[in-house]
């Protein structure tokens, strides 16, 4: 795969991941021209889940599109890639358990699964997150959250 930061074709697969489901496989390549990290996902195309957003639009589950908030959210704080790892395997596992048979969820449950996973690894990432994902949507709710991290 070509690499993002250099654009040179010609990089090497770190590690391979399937999530539980065994409907995704997720790869850590490392760019062997500029040492760059990267991530590739591979998915099964017919089937993919829906979320359905606040105000009504359809967008087809993104796991990338979370592991990039995850990302920005965990920033210059000390977490591996082996617990960002874990974060995706668990939301993925998770979003696939609620999609069911409707193959749809709801964005607040993408959210909502991400935060959760979030909180005992970093209460800062937590509230970074909490902050992306629910400022301007429902700032009545995230004040909520703050506060109740704070009598914690
Ligand atoms: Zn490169």
Do not use: W
């Not at 991400?114 to 629910?134: C, H, M």
């Amino acid at each position: 795969m070509r690499c993002p930061r250099c654009g040179n074709d010609n990089d090497k697969v770190l590690e391979s991941r399937s999530n539980r489901e065994g409907t995704s496989i997720r790869r850590r390549r490392a760019c062997q021209s500029c040492g760059h990290r990267f991530t590739s996902y591979e998915r099964i195309e017919e089937k993919p889940i829906i979320v359905i957003k606040k105000d009504g639009r359809h967008q087809p589950f993104d796991i990338s599109k979370v592991e990039r908030g995850i990302r920005q959210c965990t920033e210059k704080l000390s977490i591996t890639q082996n617990q960002i790892d874990t974060i995706l395997r668990n939301i993925e596992d998770s979003i696939y358990d609620a999609a069911g048979t409707s193959n749809t969820v709801t964005s607040q449950q993408v959210g909502e699964e991400t935060l959760k996973q979030l909180y005992p690894i970093s209460r800062v990432a937590y509230v970074r997150f909490a902050s992306v994902y629910r400022a301007f949507d429902d700032l009545d709710q995230f004040i909520e959250e703050i506060e109740k991290l704070a009598t914690k």
